[in-house]
């Protein structure tokens, strides 16, 4: 199955965009469904530091392990769950518009089944993430224009 993609234009510098959205500790701000994030490691995290992100999905709560591969200040950043039978790609990209005082973000998910993670179907998730991730990047459009 294709990745989820989803692009958003914030009224923001790319600079301050990537800092606030690639910053896993931020998660909790503007993802609807993250409870936490645990970072492991080095502050700021960069290539290979690692960190654990509490999802509520219902009433029951995830954890996922994830490793940053990319970190392109202010232009990209993406991670790769290491861990758990369903296992998370995420990607983001900041694109400067107007002389760099907007930017245009995109964002890819994905999904990867390992084990009987394959049994589970990373079909369900990637159905859930089109419907509700739209709503996390506009939490995150909101925060970012009102400055906070």
Avoid: C
Wanted: glycine residues 8%.
């Amino acid at each position: 199955m294709a990745p989820t993609v989803h692009t958003v234009e914030i009224a923001r510098p790319p600079e301050e965009v990537f800092r606030f959205a690639t910053d896993p500790s931020r998660f909790p701000e503007w993802q609807e469904d993250v409870v936490r994030v645990d970072v492991h490691g080095a502050d700021p995290p960069g290539v290979g530091s690692r960190f654990t992100t509490t999802r509520r999905i219902g009433r029951v709560e995830h954890h996922t392990t994830q490793e940053i591969t990319r970190l392109e200040s202010p232009t990209g950043w993406a991670a790769r769950g290491v861990d758990g039978p369903l296992r998370p790609s995420a990607s983001i990209s900041v694109e400067p518009l107007d002389g760099g005082t907007r930017s245009r973000v995109r964002f890819e998910l994905d999904f990867e089944g390992r084990g009987i993670g394959k049994l589970l179907a990373p079909e369900m998730l990637h159905r859930m993430a089109a419907k509700r991730a739209p709503d996390s990047y506009h939490n995150l459009k909101q925060l970012l224009e009102r400055g906070e």
